[in-house]
């Protein structure tokens, strides 16, 4: 009798011991890292260094304008940064993924600030997020990456940034060529600021 009672809790424990992989897997596979996406290609990873891809690669789409609203109130519009590439980065302080790659975007700025425009663009729906607790939480950060609010979601509706975090990539020509969805890595935020330096 003991002898089927071990044998059946060791069945049950392989079975949880597979089951628990089977979701590891699920669930890794849903949180990895975003991708970079091309201009308006598929959401299908895109190899950038293939000569197949420059080659079919879709027309340049002139990235969409958008007004935000800086720390002190006044108005913003993506065109005003024309003439060097620029970084957009759709973030919520009560987002975990923004909150999670945000180091990343920080040392990339103090970097790169003086090469690449980087807008960090609050999603300010008033509710969820203020203008004052957005800026509580980069002050208690000691970010000093550019902060911007989107107040008026102009920005996330001209992106469809409906889901966060979001970063796009738009070359100092105004070309809107690459888009992440979800968190990234410093590799791939340093891929993207690459494709449009």
């Known amino acids: ?18 089951g628990a992989s089977f979701a590891y897997a699920k669930l890794s596979e849903q ?10 290609t598929p959401a299908e990873d895109v190899d950038i260094d293939s000569e197949e ?3 079919s690669a879709a027309p340049l789409i002139e990235a969409p304008d958008f007004t ?4 002190e109130g006044g108005a913003v519009r993506l065109s005003d940064f024309r003439g060097k590439p620029v970084v957009v980065n759709f973030w919520a ?28 663009i609050n999603v300010t729906d008033g509710r969820q997020e203020t203008v004052d607790s ?3 939480f980069i002050e208690e950060l000691g970010y000093g990456f550019p902060v911007y609010y989107d107040t008026e979601l102009d920005a ?31 590799e791939t935020l340093r891929t993207g600021i ?3 330096k």
């Not at 009798?1 to 597979?18: D, H, P, S, W």
């Open 93 to 120: 302080s009560w987002c975990g993924y923004c909150v999670m790659e945000m180091p990343d975007f920080n040392d990339l700025y103090n970097e790169l600030g003086g090469e690449v425009h980087f807008l960090m």
């Open 68 to 71: 935000v609203y800086d720390a």
């Open 1 to 18: 009798m003991k002898g089927k009672k071990l044998i059946a809790a060791v069945a049950a424990l392989i079975l949880v011991i597979a």
């Open 194 to 196: 690459d494709m449009i």
């Open 156 to 186: 996330a509706s001209a992106y469809g940034a409906y889901s966060l975090p979001q970063t796009m990539f738009i070359d100092a020509e105004g070309y809107f060529i690459a888009r992440a969805t979800g968190a990234i890595t410093a």
């Open 134 to 136: 957005a800026r509580s």
């Open 31 to 40: 949180n990895r890292p975003a991708q970079l996406q091309e201009n308006n």
């Open 53 to 55: 891809s420059a080659e």
